[in-house]
């Protein structure tokens, strides 16, 4: 049995995002960095927001080496952490996002959860963080599967579908019947969705946009479920490597991690670009104003 998400006692409880990792068969850079920012943020908890492992990997041996090695800096250090998927994740085709998601949950310290399974999408899962002096929940993440690609016909990347949209809301109000109250949140996932473009142009709080958002053309207005559940205080991804600003529209931040990897796909001058991840501080006496900022590889 893991142990419960709690608070410090000091009321606070860190986050540190990466994305992007890119891990193949063979050790690189990447874990280096992770190992560095860690030592440095020292959060209670990891999230890696897909695109962890790619298609570098040849046999099953070398998906399963590449998920070891990005273990290694959380476990070493007793930190939990937790994963939701890419669009490259199963591209080497050797196992399934449910075979991979049972080899992350044999670590000690990761948390993420098979969850709820619809059309190709697992790992849809919620993580409720404990008050530090009661067993009742100050806050909460939730972790969705945003999909790969989309019909030839339609083309570019995926949507979050309908039914995880459903379980989205089903799950929120179970936590608002149960605790009598909304329960402050984050949403994680790796693709992002059209309202990024929106917050981008109409609120920007921090950071550099690159590239354009390459997000789904097909919108089932999960960003306006968000607003009228009224739980989720931000949704951060990861995907658009070059990308890591924080925006805001109808009082929700939407954000980047940047990017944490060495190993991803190339052509776009990514040897210049800072690696990053994302850090949250939440406090339970406000956990709905939480306080974000990255921690970029040259950093001191």
């Known amino acids: 049995m893991k142990l419960p ?6 009321g606070n409880f860190k986050i540190v995002q990466f994305t992007d990792l890119h891990q193949g068969p063979d050790r690189d850079k990447t874990i280096d ?13 990891v999230v890696l927001t897909g695109d962890n492992i790619d298609g570098k990997c040849k046999t099953i041996d070398d998906v399963k080496n590449a998920i070891n090695y990005i273990a290694e800096p959380m476990e070493t250090r007793d930190i939990p952490w937790c994963i939701v998927f890419g669009n490259h994740d199963d591209e080497h085709n050797l196992m399934s996002k449910e075979e991979m998601m049972n080899v ?4 000690e310290h990761n948390v993420s959860q098979i969850g709820y399974k619809t059309f190709d999408r697992i790992g849809n899962y919620n993580l409720l963080i404990e008050s530090s002096k009661e067993n009742i929940p100050k806050f909460n993440i939730y972790m969705i599967d945003s ?7 339609i083309g570019g990347y995926n949507w979050i579908k309908f039914t995880q949209i ?3 809301k089903r799950t929120a109000l ?3 019947q149960k605790y009598n109250k909304r329960i402050p949140s984050l949403m994680f996932f790796h693709i992002p969705l059209k309202r990024f473009k929106d917050a981008w142009s109409s609120g920007l709080i921090d950071g550099e946009r690159i590239e354009e958002e390459s997000c789904a053309k097909i919108n089932l207005c999960l960003f306006n479920t968000i607003v009228k559940t009224g739980d989720v205080k931000g949704v951060f991804v990861g995907h658009d490597h070059l990308n890591n600003y924080l925006a805001a529209i109808n009082g929700i931040k939407l954000g980047y991690a940047g990017y944490t990897g060495y190993g991803g796909y190339g052509g776009y001058g990514q040897d210049n670009i800072p690696r990053s991840a994302r850090v949250f501080l939440i406090n ?9 900022w990255l921690r970029k590889e040259g950093d001191k």
Do not use: R, V
């Not at 999909?147 to 016909?153: D, E, H, I, R, W």
């Open 147 to 153: 999909g790969k690609y989309a019909p030839s016909f």
């Open 104 to 107: 992350y949950m044999t670590f």
């Open 284 to 292: 339970e006496s406000d956990s709905a104003n939480f306080k974000t």
């Open 33 to 45: 960095l992770m190992n560095k920012i860690l030592e440095y943020e020292k959060p209670n908890m």
């Open 5 to 10: 998400l709690k608070f410090d006692t000091n």
């Open 166 to 168: 459903c379980w989205y």
């Open 174 to 176: 179970k936590i608002k």
